[in-house]
Each structure stands twice: as C-alpha cells, then as structure tokens.
C-alpha cells in the first residue's frame, strides 16, 4: 500500500526506462499509483525505448504520456514487452497524442512511430475484477499519423495501430 507519483523528464518513463531506455521488469501488487511522461511510456519504455515484463496485480494505477509512447507499453518508437492485469487492479492508461506524422501512442501497448507500419506488441492478458480503462493516444490530424488502439498497437504515419487480439 501507499501512493507513488512519478513523472518521467526528457524522454524518460514515468517508472521504467529513460530516455532511449528499454523498461526493465514493472511489478505493482497495491496502493494507488500515478506516472505520466512526456514521449516515454507512463509505465514502461522511454522515447526510443520498449517496455519491459509489467505485471500488474492490484492498486489503483493511472499512467499517461502526452506525447505519442504508451500509457503503459512503449514509449514513442518503442514496442510493449509483455503486459499482465490481474488481480483487483484498477488501471487507467491513457497513450500520448500523435504529432505531425506521427502516430499516437497505445493506451496500453506500443509507442506510436513515424515510420509507415505500426509497431508490433508482446502478450498483453487482462483479468481483473477492478475496471480497466484504456484510450489510444489521438492522430495529429487527418491524414497525418494515425490514432493509437485502446489496448495493441500505437498508431503509425497514416494509419492507426491495430487492436490486440482478445
């Protein structure tokens, strides 16, 4: 239990890797839990950085970018690691918006990129009696980079990221 506050600087996860910077294993089992970031995951990979093994199993978790990496996945140009939601979690996950060509990052997933295909996904599983809310980061405008998915992919240089398979 307790409350964590963590907002990642320059590129940097809120909790995970910084800038350039791969994630590492995330475990959060309780408590209540804010991270956001500004290009790098909330919770995951910095900018140019995948995210790592992130397990969650209870709290109450809010994670966010404002621009283009994942709520919780990857940051921007990078691919999610493999996301578990178990538990009692409650989880909010919000991907940063797109800019200029390039996608909006996943809720929960990768990164949005500037490239013309979406970055691809680990394992993504949740099961938890708590809600989940997740919501892609928005395109720039239209026809430039695409929204990011709710849960899946990031959005790429004219289309949105795809939707992980249930």
Do not use: L, Y
């Amino acid at each position: 239990s307790g409350t964590i506050k963590a907002n990642g600087g320059a590129g940097g996860a809120g909790i995970g890797g910084g800038f350039f910077g791969a994630g590492g294993a995330v475990t959060i089992s309780g408590g209540t839990i804010t991270a956001g970031s500004d290009m790098g995951a909330g919770i995951g990979g910095g900018s140019d950085g995948a995210g790592g093994a992130i397990m969650i199993g209870g709290g109450t978790v809010t994670a966010s970018s404002s621009n283009m990496g994942a709520g919780i996945g990857g940051g921007f140009g990078g691919r999610s690691g493999a996301i578990t939601i178990t538990g009692k979690a409650a989880v909010t996950a919000t991907g940063g918006a797109g800019a200029f060509t390039t996608g909006g990052g996943a809720g929960i997933g990768s990164g949005g990129t500037n490239e013309k295909t979406s970055i691809a996904i680990s394992s993504i599983t949740v099961n938890t009696t708590g809600a989940v809310t997740a919501t892609g980061g928005v395109a720039a405008k239209p026809g430039s980079g695409g929204a990011g998915a709710s849960i899946g992919q990031g959005g790429c240089k004219g289309s949105a990221g795809a939707a992980a398979p249930h």
